[in-house]
Structure formats: C-alpha cells, structure tokens
C-alpha cells in the first residue's frame, strides 16, 4: 500500500490537483470546468492535465441489470496516466467534448464478470442507464483512478468555450510534470499563477488567489493513501511487537535447550571441536527451527491476505492490488533466517571457559547460576511489557470504536432498512414519470407485511459527500471573516421522510401533504439556525437555493433535529430539507430526467424476508432496474466506520497473540524453574514445606516477572500511544479505565 509504487508508467510525475477554499472551511476541494480548462493553457509545468469524476451506473449485462462504479473521464486524462487499452483503444479529445458520441470503455474485471470474457465485444453496444453505448475498448486488469475501483468509464464530455460557471466545482484533476521538471518547481509554480491568475485568464469573478481561493497539488500516490499511512505503519509496529516477543521465546527455549547440554559442550570442547564448529551448530540448529516456523507462517498468511482484502475490500487503499508477492516471500526467508541465526546462537552467552570447566567437575549434577536465569527472566519481563504496549494500544482503539458506534447521529437506525434505484433519464425523462413510478413502489413496499413507513431521500446519512452550495439566506449578512452563505449538504426528501428515519422536528413543523401543491417551503437543521440566525426565530424565514433571480424563496417551516452527514465523528454541517414533490415549483420549467434516489424503509420484518419482497416488487414495476445496496442502516452505520474498525480490530488480534506468547514465555520459564529445583523442592517438602507454601512461591516467581513487565509496558505505553492521539475518539491516550482494566487483565 505504502512502498510500493502506483502502477502507472513513471508515477512519480503523477500530481493530484485540487483547489481550496480556507473561507469555508474547505481544504480540499474540487475544480469547475472553466478553471480546469484555464489551467491546461497557462501553465508550463505538466505535460498532460487530464479530469474526471465518479458516479455509478446501471448496466444491462447478459445475465442480469447490474450497478456498477463509472469514471466519467477525458481523453487527456487517459493519456496522462498513460496506460493502454488492453484490446481496442482510448478515447479520443473530439469524443471527450460537449455533444460527443455515446461511448464506452469496459474494464477487464467488469469484461469477465458481466460479458463473460466476449472476444467480439469491442464494436458492440451494451445499455447503460438505458441508453446503448458502443464498446471502444477494454482497459488491463487493475486499472484505476484514485483507487475508486472503477468498472465502467465514460467519455467526459466539457464544453470548453463555456467559461461562465466557474462556481459550478465537481472535477478531479490529475497532471503528468514535465521530464526534468521536480514536484517542487510544479508546485512552486503553480504559486505563481494563482497570484496572478486575473491577469492571465482574463477571468473577473470567483478567481484563484493566494488566501481565499488558491490551488494546490500533491503526489497522487500520497493522496491516494492518505490518513491510512500512519495506520499501516502502527501496524506494522505491532508486527514487528510481535515478532520480538516470539523471539524471545525461542531464545529462552533455546537457552533452556542449552542448559540440559551444558556438559555435552564441556565434553566436545573438550575433547576437540573449536567454536567455531559449536557455533556453526547452534546456528544450523536455531535456522532449521525458525524456517519450518516461516514456511508454516506463510502459509498461514496466504490465507489471511485474502481473507483480509475480502472482509474489508474498501477499509485499506490499494486493497486490489494486495497479494503475496516474490518480494514479500524473500522478506519472510530472510526474517526467518536471521532470527534462527541470531537467537540460535543465544546459547553461547553460558559457554565461558570457567563454565565448561565447572560443568566437568560437577560429574552431571549442576546448580544455577541467577546470571543464567537472569537473561532468561530479563526475555519474559520483555515480552510481558511489549504486549502489555499492544493491549493498551488496542484497549484504546476498541475504546475508540464503541463510542463512534455510541454517537447520536441524528436519526433512529433500529428496524431501518434502505436500498436505492437510479431511474434511467431516457425512460424517465419527465418529473411527473418519476412521481408516478415512486407512487406505485411505495405503495406496494407499505402492503408488505411488517412494513409501517416508505420514504425517500437523495443522500444517505452518516456518510456523504458534502454539496457545499452557495445559497441566499434571508435577513443575514456575511461578515467579512465569515461564515459565508454556503450550505454544506442538500437534501431532497419525500414526504413522511422525518417520520420514517425517526429524526425530531424540534420547532415548527415538517413537511405535510398539503405542501406538494403549495408555496415553495423548506426546513433546516439546527446547526444551519445558529450559523445564520443565532438571534433570530427561524419559522418564517426565507431561503433560495443559488443562483438566479428565476429560483423562487422558500418558507422555513420547521427546523430538524442535526443528523450526521459527513461522519460520524464530524462537526455537523449546516444541511438545507427541501420537498421533492415540490420540483415544478422550484425549477419551474425545468425537466431534469431520471436520478438515483434512497429508499428506507421502517419495518419489524427480519431484512431476509424484507429483501425478497422488495427485489419481487422493484421487478415487477420495472425489471430493467436493479436494487443497490440493500442493507439494514445499522449495517450502513458500520460500513461508515470501516476503516476506523480495521485497526482497533488488527492491533487487539496482535494484542491478543502476543498476550498469548507472553503467557508460553511464562509458563516456559516457570516450568523450567520448577524443574530444575526438584531435588531442592524434594528437601524442602521433607523439612516440613507445605504444599500451599511451595505453590505461593512459584507463583510469586511469575508474579514478580509480570510486574515488572507491566510496570515497563505501562511506561511505554505511556510514552508511544500518544502517536495514536489523532485515531482516538473521546478517549485520551493515557486513559484510566482502559490502564486498569488492562493491568488487572495482565
């Protein structure tokens, strides 16, 4: 994921550029066509600047209609990542512009699993959201853009000569830097021409500019792997934790291995082979061990790699690429080796002249030495302390999960099921076709047994891309530092919807049936209220949604509970209700064809029995349409946390294995001991010891030996998992609870 490079021809020359907006509050933002456009003719860095976006389409396969993720992309994006068709070709810059031909490439994984690998079907047409497409090619197995895995790509088709809508962000930009030239002269720049980027475009409004409005590039693997690189590299410690701890068992068993051949090495130095051949010996002895524990470990991680991909296939970056390579297999040989060498030859450390001599003299009975036991007490002390580091590390990060599961998101995810349709624009292409369409599948879903509410909504909490729409709030003025007259999220929702998710209306009211022929009205969140209208009563005021004197005022009528839209563990965004049955009177005029919309559904039926009642139902209103993601919203609550989920669930796996070393490592020594003292034991027993008394003082061995390697763990703990501060969730890094309960654990 991290080290190894993008698979891309020369990815280092890669950049992802993206625009800002720290007014806002927008660090990463996207960038309008116009700017997009402007940038490709001024700058003298890239040699290539291709866009794109993401969405999802449907597509009517040979077996069944199928939804898949798109590219939507220009041909210049293709020839910046330089990849070619693995049969047919790109597309070309005079397909990838505004009235284009109705285009398609397929990707090789889609080719196989929906069109079974057809020889013949570059030339052919296949359907996509109902319109037929034509087949220009077919692009190698794992090709992608930014990891979104797509499927499916489409010809991006921008009007160059329109420069008016330069408000109108929703591009991602990836430029190819020139041979010779460095990120840094690209970025530096790039610097440059947004500080004059007036000048040079002629551009009068919503320009680039150094503090409120500014581009910014960085390396496209960077961007691609983000906040999980420290993730990745936290686990990587744990491994390394681990392997340390299995280290130091094997050198204790080595050692103890030695102590019962103490004279047989007196014997055979004695009497001729040098150290050298010893050593050679106890190397030979330590590999053998280590690499039949290697071989057996790959095996077992074989199986693990592809369970992992498999159980979180959208938790890790690159998850597609993840394998089991010849790099990897010469690591785990060398790995291996080394530690069957270096602590294969632990035993040395008891092997003095003045012990060999001893040993001959002592005629097969030997005492210990506490130098002896001492390294061996020193190798569980250890291994105790870095496991009690990885509970700890994991303690908080289970920590960490239960309360993002625990936060209030705004709305009642029991007994909420959703699925979503995307209507086709071609057979829906009126608004009123799409009512009637919804008026019948909802009325057949509510005659499902165990079935109380249906509703709908354009974006499906917790977790959504933010819209961050300009829109005219009435009876408010931006001050000059903000915050600006922007809404983070809209959403269209059906009547019933506030009911159906459980969310409150906590003043005012919510949407009514009267409303769909009414005066335009709409409801706000609570955060929306105190950004604009801290000081103000909410119910009467008016908003617009940008831009344009055509687009009516609405009537706030009520004010909703806020409901997380952006995750979980984000500040709740300002977020604007508007009634989809309301369409005409809000763009009136306006036909705006087909659309994907979120279907939930408030029922006591189990999702199994739910599930093929709705798949019999969406069928029978219109078979070409497949259902998406059909799931319990505690299951899309969870997906939301997926990659906050796979750490804390990894490290307590590591956590745990190595409380289990820890606990052989222990027992081994103990054992060890025990046996070792028989005789002494035997004596003791004889005079009078008790059996209780002789437990007491064993167990006080390991006792001892586990406090000590508390006390140590405890300390680097403290010190280590304040790195982890930037993963953790209303917990701090030195947590009580979670120091005890892991003390009294150990």
């Not at 001729?272 to 280590?290: D, I, K, N, T, Y």
């Not at 949407?511 to 969140?525: H, K, L, R, S, Y």
């Not at 019999?616 to 505690?634: A, F, G, N, T, W």
Request: hydrophobic share 45%; charged share 20%; net charge neutral.
């Amino acid at each position: 994921v991290i080290l190894r490079p993008a698979a891309y021809p020369r990815p280092s020359q890669l950049m992802f550029v993206t625009s800002r907006f720290p007014s806002l509050g927008f660090d990463q933002f996207w960038v309008s066509p116009p700017e997009y456009f402007e940038l490709t003719e001024i700058n003298q860095s890239f040699s290539s600047i291709g866009a794109y976006r993401t969405g999802e389409a449907n597509v009517s396969a040979s077996d069944r209609p199928r939804r898949v993720n798109t590219g939507i992309v220009n041909a210049e994006l293709l020839e910046t990542l330089a990849v070619p068709a693995q049969a047919g070709r790109w597309f070309r810059r005079g397909e990838t512009r505004v009235n284009g031909p109705r285009l398609v490439l397929l990707s090789s994984e889609l080719w196989r699993s929906a069109f079974a690998s057809r020889s013949d079907i570059v030339g052919q047409t296949i359907e996509v959201d109902g319109v037929q497409n034509e087949v220009i090619g077919i692009m190698p197995a794992g090709f992608d853009v930014m990891d979104n895995r797509v499927e499916l790509w489409l010809p991006l088709q921008l009007n160059p000569s329109n420069r008016q809508n330069r408000g109108g962000h929703f591009l991602n930009v990836i430029g190819r830097v020139k041979d010779g030239i460095t990120p840094a002269q690209a970025q530096s720049e790039l610097a440059t021409l947004v500080a004059s980027w007036g000048e040079r475009t002629g551009a009068k409004e919503h320009v680039f500019t150094p503090t409120g409005h500014a581009l910014q590039m960085e390396p496209m693997q960077e961007e691609i792997v983000g906040s999980a690189r420290l993730a990745i590299w936290v686990l990587q410690a744990a491994v390394s934790f681990v392997l340390l701890i299995a280290c130091a068992n094997f050198a204790n068993l080595l050692l103890a291995r030695a102590e019962t051949r103490h004279r047989e090495f007196a014997v055979r130095t004695a009497t001729g082979p040098s150290g050298w051949r010893l050593l050679m010996q106890f190397a030979a002895e330590g590999s053998v061990l280590a690499l039949a524990g290697g071989v057996v470990g790959l095996v077992l991680a074989w199986a693990g790699v592809r369970g992992l991909v498999a159980a979180y296939p959208d938790s890790l970056p690159r998850a597609a690429e993840i394998t089991v390579d010849p790099r990897v297999l010469l690591f785990t040989f060398v790995v291996s080796l080394a530690t069957g060498v270096v602590f294969g030859l632990a035993p040395l450390l008891h092997l003095t002249p003045g012990g060999l001599h001893s040993s001959l003299k002592e005629g097969g009975v030997r005492g210990s030495t506490s130098a002896r036991h001492g390294v061996r007490r020193a190798l569980v002390v250890a291994e105790v302390a870095l496991a009690v580091v990885l509970v700890v590390g994991a303690g908080l990060m289970l920590r960490t999960v239960m309360n993002l599961m625990n936060v209030d998101a705004g709305f009642d995810r029991a007994r909420l099921v959703t699925f979503a349709l995307d209507l086709p624009g071609v057979r829906y292409s009126k608004f009123e076709d799409q009512v009637q369409f919804y008026q019948r599948l909802f009325r057949r879903l509510e005659a499902i047994p165990g079935v109380q509410r249906v509703s709908g909504m354009t974006g499906l909490p917790p977790n959504r891309e933010i819209d961050a729409n300009d829109t005219d709030i009435g009876n408010y003025t931006a001050p000059k530092q903000g915050p600006f007259e922007n809404v983070d999220y809209y959403q269209r929702v059906t009547q019933g919807y506030f009911e159906t998710m459980g969310i409150p209306i906590v003043e005012g009211r919510g949407f009514e049936a009267t409303d769909a022929i009414g005066a335009p009205v709409a409801i706000v969140n609570e955060t929306l209220v105190r950004t604009f209208w801290k000081d103000r009563n909410p119910i009467g005021q008016q908003i617009r949604q940008c831009c344009g004197d055509q687009i009516p005022w609405l009537t706030v009528v009520g004010v909703a509970k806020d409901v997380k839209q952006g995750g979980v563990d984000q500040k709740t965004g300002t977020e604007l209700y508007f009634l989809i049955e309301q369409f005409p009177l809000l763009y009136p005029g306006l036909q705006i064809g087909g659309g994907a919309l979120n279907i939930v559904l408030r029922s006591t039926a189990p999702i199994a029995t739910l599930g093929t009642a709705i798949e019999s139902i969406v069928r029978d209103v219109d078979s070409s349409l497949p259902v998406i993601k059909l799931r319990e919203m505690d299951a899309v609550f969870r997906e939301s946390l997926s990659r906050t989920r796979l750490l804390p669930q990894l490290l307590g796996g590591y956590a745990g294995l190595a409380l289990f070393l820890a606990s052989i490592g222990t027992y081994g020594l103990l054992s060890y001991l025990v046996s070792e003292r028989r005789r002494e034991i035997g004596i003791r027993m004889a005079l009078g010891a008790g059996r209780s008394s002789v437990l007491r003082h064993i167990m006080g061995q390991g006792l001892r030996l586990a406090l000590f390697g508390l006390a140590a763990g405890m300390a680097g703990a403290f010190a280590l998992t304040r790195l982890m501060a930037w993963v953790l969730f209303n917990v701090e890094p030195n947590d009580p609870a979670t120091l005890v309960a892991v003390g009294a654990g150990v």
